[in-house]
């Protein structure tokens, strides 16, 4: 019985004269229209959303907010406003009716399954910082100790979005050691190259960073004009032309050089993209578990 109900029952029992019983009538059925009315936008809205109508959805849900002045619908069409406008990649707009939904939050269950949701949403629009802050802080309330597993899982997810394998591999294998999204991770792992040792490869040998990285011609070219420009600086210098060794050891011998190195780095990184992106396209269209 909701508050309009109970202050009839309420006033009936102090006036219940015959005039009185008819206000009270009246009253009982404004009240059970006026909650047949709530009941049957938000099942409406509810279809469209369903229907993936989402445009039409929101104007729904927003009708049904204006209309609804216990609130009692509150927390469910600000929680569907939020997942249309996430579908339609409107992330900014969607954190914010999330945030309007955990307000109305009518257990711990749901406010954990919103605050989930802002994650997941941060994690879409790329502000993974805030994801992380936000999992951190689910991670030392006790009111949420036993979601423990589910925070691991989404954190392992912000790694990946943070293009971190390795230790989104390691918060997987907190969950199982054999979890398929671990197992995953460690394959993506084992196809990058390390950014470090290419450098240092090439700083050892020029051109030794672009072959490990696959880069063959571009590592023997740079191998070939460091060597190049080093024994025509070295020849320079043996025959008292120093001016012309030093001209040719730094502007050209060193040139190359470091042109080297800077390659090396940038296949890498450009490898390690095309890894990542792979990996993530393969998520969305075959991982059946939970995703963003």
């Not at 989930?116 to 879409?124: A, D, G, P």
């Not at 949420?144 to 691991?152: L, P, V, Y």
Request: aromatic share 18%.
């Amino acid at each position: 019985m909701n508050f309009v109900t109970e202050f009839i029952v309420f006033f009936f029992k102090k006036h219940h004269t015959r005039k009185n019983l008819i206000l009270y009538f009246l009253l009982i059925c404004h009240a059970s229209l006026a909650q047949n009315t709530l009941h049957t936008q938000y099942a409406f809205a509810k279809k469209l959303f369903n229907d993936e109508n989402f445009f039409e959805a929101i104007t729904e849900y927003k009708r049904l907010i204006f209309f609804d002045s216990l609130n009692q619908y509150s927390f469910k069409a600000n929680k569907h406003i939020a997942l249309c406008y996430k579908h339609g990649g409107k992330f900014s707009e969607a954190i914010y009716y999330f945030t309007l939904a955990e307000l109305s939050a009518p257990n711990l269950d749901s406010l954990f399954d919103i605050k989930i949701e802002i994650v997941k949403t941060n994690l879409l629009r790329s502000t993974i910082y805030h994801a992380f802050e936000l999992l951190n802080d689910l991670n030392n309330e006790e009111r949420f100790a036993d979601k423990k597993d589910q925070i691991t899982y989404w954190k392992g997810w912000a790694y990946i979005f943070n293009d971190d394998w390795e230790s989104a591999s390691k918060e997987f294998a907190k969950l199982n050691v054999n979890h398929e999204m671990k197992l995953l991770c460690d394959n993506a792992c084992e196809s990058e190259y390390s950014t470090t040792k290419a450098k240092i490869l090439s700083y050892i040998i020029p051109g030794a960073g672009q072959f490990y990285t696959g880069n063959y011609l571009s590592g023997i070219l740079s191998f070939g004009w460091v060597a190049l420009w080093t024994y025509i600086s070295v020849n320079a210098f043996m025959a008292e032309r120093v001016f012309d060794g030093i001209i040719v050891a730094d502007f050209l011998a060193f040139r190359f050089y470091n042109g080297s190195l800077q390659n090396a780095e940038k296949f890498a990184i450009e490898h390690n993209s095309e890894v990542s992106d792979w990996m993530l396209k393969y998520l969305e269209n075959n991982y059946r578990g939970l995703k963003p």
